[in-house]
Structures are given as C-alpha cells and as structure tokens.
C-alpha cells in the first residue's frame, strides 16, 4: 500500500509546505498550518478548455480575428446593485459577495432571484446552509414565488454540477461556498483546499456554460472573507455587503470588478419584507445632522460615479494622559495625525496636548484626499468650539505646507451640494475658472488652509 502523502496549509493565505510551521512565511500569521492529504494525479480537476457558452475547444487565436457580439446586461429591479455591478449582470461571470453574519446577504440573493425569475429567466438558488422548506420560509416572508426559481439544498459539488447539467438555469446562487465541498479533496469543507478547488470548478462551469454565478463567501473576525486571497482573484466581481445588524442601512461595496468601476457604493434599507433601496443616500445621511454644533462639517465625497454628501464630526478636548489620544471612524487615522500636524505647524492651533475623536456619521468609509479641508476645518471648530455654518460644504485637498489643492469632478459634487440646498461651496482656488456654479450657490475659492478657515469660522 502506498504511503499517504501529506503537506501543512495555511488557512489564511494558502501558503503550502512540507513539514509544519508556528508561522507562516506566506502572511505572517501563526497557527494556522493545517495538516491535508495531497491529492494523486487521478484526482486532479478539468482543466478550463472550453469557449464560453460553447462546447468548441479553444485554442490560441489572433486577437483581432476573435468575433465579439455586445451582449446587453441582464437588470435587476434594484438599480443600486446594477450600479455597483458596472451596469447590470454579465453572463459568465462569477460575483463573491462577503459580509457578516445576518446582514442580509441571502435576503438580498434571494430578492435578486425573484427578480430575475419574474422576467423568465431560470435562476437555480442552491443553498448549503438550509433545508429547501426553511427557504421557502424565508421566501414567504419576502413575497417571493415564481415558477422560474427552483430551489436546491446540496453541499455536494458533483450533485450541484450534474443538477446545474440537467436544469441549464442562467444563474445560479450558492450560498454558501464555505459548506460546499468536493469528493476528491480530503480536507473539510471550508478550509483552503476545498475553497479553492469548489470555486474553480464553479468558474469552469460558469464559463463554460455562459452561466452567471453567486457566491456567498463568509468573513473573518477581521473583516475579510475567509479562506485564501486567491479566492478573490478567481472571481470576477467581489462585493462587501456593509452595516450594523441593529441599524437598517446597509452598503454594498464593490471592491474589484472586471466589468466596471471599484469605487462603486449602494444603499440598501432593510425593512420588514426585505431590502429596499436607497435612491438618494446624502439625504440619509445629513438628515439627523445638529444645527449650529460645532466640530461639524459636510463635504461631497466621490463614490465611484457618484457624489455624496456626508457629515464629519470632530470632537476635540483636552487630555489626562501622557499622550494625546487619536481615534478614527470611517477615516485613515494616519490622515487624521498628518492634518493635525498641518495645523499645529502651519496654522498654530495648539494640538499636541488635546485629545482627538474623528467620525463619519453613517456608516461610511472616506479614503479619497478631496475630504482633507473638510476634516481640518472639523478639528479647528471643535477646537475653537466654533460652529460653521449649515449651509456650508466644504472641498479640498490638504498639502503639507498648507496649501489647499485642486480635486476631480468639482462640477458633480457643487451639483449635489445645489441639489440639497447648501448655499456655500468652500473649494480650492485652482478649481474656480472655466465653469460656471449652478443658481443660488456661492463658489469661495481658498488656497490655504488659513484662508479655509478665516472663511468658514471667522478666524
């Protein structure tokens, strides 16, 4: 009898080795080397050879001899996610969506499936965590029935392939990868093998047959989706779906995506009978902004194609401890010191010895550099205990020397702050010239974060 080969992976990055390791050298984590079986040649899967929706074999050919016919995305009812999936769904594509538990992924899949069913598409919904009765519960309880949806509880990977072979649906959700194992891997499912080699086999399908196809991935406690990073560059599009459970707002975040754009944000409500979306978020956001309080700022932030309005609160005290403490939420923390330091260096507020607590009310996540001014003139309100005025938006980026510098788009984000009624755009001087500001708003230009200041607290 042949001697059974083993090999440690890591369940973090997928990093192999033959003997086991405290640490790997892959990601740095510790123990997290799990002892697997090797897989013999016998068990190795197909090989990914066919043309997409076809049973003719590729093989290399001339790129400009390749024939293309433009196929129109499918649309869902939900234009927030056709949005963040750059237009609507390809077919053959393969989307992961992440999120914590019971955040409502499978209730948005499920409304999606009902969506899709309803304009005669056929969508198979295979769920590896429920029975097919307590599915139905869930869908009694969104409204959802149609002839089109056919619902299938397997972890199997062979049976949910010979089921995908005699149904030929157009979409397929699988909910979620975690459970779905293959027979010829001997690892548990879940782990990194089985992950990997479940999604690609799901790839091979997907391609193959023009099939598009959902992933439910689970997250870490550190926020990611568990098993290995390559996990996301298999797939096509990977969305985090975003939010507190005891909140009703969710964020649906594309993070990559081949057939469109990685800035692209949704909001979702979720209400009693399901995900409802949210057709202007800068209202949701603003709408339980205080009137004349200061250490409050708004500024239009760019996400993906669209601006957003949305409130920075800064709360600045004295501190009790040797060193000043500095906290951040929804912002770069290192942003926050950098800005700091511009103003104690270039403007002489005295902030070495304060304390610092920044937030984004909302939920949302700001890393671009045009929300740089608009944090600064936060600290120094609180700090001055100042209020700006409510009507004020405030745009820019900050340099190091003080110097507020030009941003992208500046007609889109004065157009949404017109749109909500402010007054007041603060922006940088090298962005006024050669457009014109909609009716009823002022256009102050400012240069430095000084003059930012002296505009918008007086001082």
């Known amino acids: 009898m042949a001697k059974v080969k083993t090999k440690f992976i890591c369940q973090e990055c997928g990093y192999e080795s033959a003997k086991w390791m405290g640490k790997c050298p892959g990601c740095g984590t510790w123990n997290k080397m799990v002892e697997e079986v090797e897989k013999t040649s016998t068990n190795r899967r197909k090989a990914f050879t066919h043309s997409e929706g076809t049973n003719v074999l590729s093989k290399a050919t001339p790129i400009t001899s390749i024939e293309t016919t433009h196929e129109p995305r499918i649309q869902t009812d939900l234009s927030e996610l056709n949005r963040v999936l750059g237009g609507g769904i390809v077919r053959g594509s393969l989307v992961l969506i992440g999120g914590d538990p019971g955040i409502g992924k499978s209730t948005l899949l499920l ?31 969104l409204g959802v029935a149609s002839e089109n949806l ?16 005699n149904v030929n649906p157009s979409f397929v959700i699988i909910d979620s990868i975690q459970t779905v194992f293959h027979p010829n891997v001997t690892s548990a499912p879940g782990s990194v093998s089985q992950v990997r080699e479940c999604t690609a086999e799901l790839m091979r399908i997907g391609k193959s047959k023009g099939i598009a196809i959902f992933i439910v991935g689970h997250v870490t406690k550190e926020g990611s989706i568990a098993g ?10 990977v969305l985090y779906f975003e939010g507190e459970r005891h909140h009703t707002y969710r964020i649906l975040r594309a993070v990559k995506n081949r057939f469109g754009s990685t800035n692209e944000m949704g909001i979702f409500e979720m209400k009693e009978f399901g995900l409802e979306e949210v057709e202007n978020p800068s209202e949701i956001f603003l709408e339980e902004r205080a009137q004349g309080a200061s250490g409050s700022t708004v500024v239009a932030s760019m996400e993906g194609t669209r601006p957003v309005l949305v409130e920075i609160q800064a709360l600045i005290s004295p501190t009790s401890f040797g060193n000043p403490r500095r906290m951040a939420t929804g912002i770069d923390h290192n942003r926050v010191s950098l800005l700091m330091a511009v103003l104690e260096k270039r403007v002489g507020l005295l902030l070495a010895n304060q304390d610092a607590y920044l937030k984004v009310a909302g939920g949302v996540k700001l890393d671009e550099p045009a929300i740089d001014l608009a944090i600064a003139v936060s600290i120094a309100s609180s700090f001055r ?37 402010f007054e007041r755009v603060i922006i940088p001087a090298n962005n006024i ?27």
């Not at 198979?124 to 139905?136: D, N, V």
């Not at 290995?228 to 599009?237: A, G, I």
């Not at 980026?397 to 510098?405: A, N, W």
């Open 111 to 141: 409304q999606v499936s009902s969506q899709l069913a309803n304009k005669n598409q056929s969508v198979l919904y295979i769920s590896g965590e429920e029975s097919m009765k307590q599915t139905k519960l869930r869908a009694d309880r």
């Open 150 to 165: 056919l619902v299938y509880s397997e972890t199997d990977l062979d049976e949910i392939s010979r089921t995908i072979d």
């Open 228 to 237: 290995p990073r390559l996990l996301e560059h298999m797939v096509d599009t």
């Open 385 to 421: 205990d100042k209020s700006t005025r409510p009507t004020d938006c405030i745009i820019g980026e900050v340099g190091l020397t003080g110097e507020v510098r030009r941003v992208s788009r500046i007609e889109q984000r004065v157009q949404e702050a017109a749109k909500l009624g």
């Open 433 to 459: 010239g050669g457009w014109k500001g909609p009716e009823g708003i002022e256009l102050v230009g400012v240069s430095t974060v000084s003059q930012a200041l002296h505009v918008t607290l007086g001082g």
